[in-house]
């Protein structure tokens, strides 16, 4: 089993920056993939980004350019440094891992921008 744990989320204006981290615990040597994915209130859960054990990262375009996902495997932490936050990030945002045939989902940390 690998379980997630988001933090980091908060209340920023419009402009600011965050950094939420993911921990991960458990079977985290059979993780590959990492990723994060939001959702933001009536809409679908969107993906965000991801980025493999080699470090391979990938953005939806509308990130792209302003968030870094990264990752310290010697402390099974993936990040999403999110810079120049707009309202239209306001989201829960959720971590992702992929391990072998399974999938683990965190419980989210909430993001709001403001004007």
């Known amino acids: 089993q690998v379980q997630l744990v988001e933090s980091g989320g908060g209340l920023v204006q419009a402009g600011a920056s965050l950094r939420p981290p993911c921990a991960a615990s458990?079977?985290?040597?059979?993780?590959?993939?990492m990723g994060w994915f939001r959702q933001a209130p009536g809409r679908q859960r969107e993906w965000v980004a991801s980025?493999?054990?080699?470090?391979?990262?990938n953005y939806v375009g509308s990130v792209k350019g302003r968030f870094i996902i990264s990752r310290d495997n010697a402390k099974n932490t993936v990040y999403l440094q999110m810079n120049t936050l707009k309202p239209e990030d306001t989201a829960v945002y959720f971590c992702?891992?992929?391990?072998?045939?399974?999938?683990?989902w965190g419980q989210g940390t909430q993001v709001t921008v403001s004007l």
């Open positions: 458990g079977s985290t040597s059979r993780i590959d993939v």
């Open positions: 980025i493999s054990v080699r470090g391979v990262t």
């Open positions: 992702k891992a992929d391990w072998g045939r399974f999938t683990s």
